[in-house]
């Protein structure tokens, strides 16, 4: 049984950073595709960023891309996405999830974490 479980949203001032990870349980993270989506208020759903299983290649949004960067540490179990030089705009509700390799098609994904940025 898969599980995925965000931390670290908040509530900050524009211009600071956040650290949200996401601790996954039930599989292996060197074996997947995880990635980050966020989801505001009257707005579609966003593929925010990506990392394969090999942890060598990410992709970013281009709203994000330049300030946003995602890692993993596969002995943990544990994807992160560092967010610098926050916007209001980055204020969402953000979901990890477990993607088929190479794209944005989810698996599983978690309940969220909430970033406010005023």
């Known amino acids: 049984h898969v599980q995925l479980v965000e931390s670290g949203g908040g509530s900050v001032q524009a211009g600071e950073s956040l650290r949200l990870s996401c601790a996954g349980s039930?599989?292996?993270?060197?074996?997947?595709?995880m990635a980050w989506f966020r989801q505001a208020p009257g707005k579609e759903r966003e593929g925010v960023a990506r990392?394969?299983?090999?942890?060598?290649?990410?992709t970013y949004a281009d709203s994000v891309k330049g300030r946003f960067t995602i890692s993993v540490d596969n002995a943990k179990n544990t994807v992160y996405l560092q967010m610098n030089s926050l916007k209001p705009e980055d204020t969402a509700v953000y979901y990890c999830?477990?993607?088929?390799?190479?794209?944005?098609?989810?698996?599983?994904w978690g309940q969220g974490t909430q970033v406010t940025v005023s």
């Open positions: 999830a477990r993607v088929g390799g190479g794209t944005w098609s989810l698996d599983y």
């Open positions: 039930g599989f292996r993270y060197s074996t997947a595709t």
């Open positions: 990392i394969l299983n090999s942890g060598d290649i990410t």
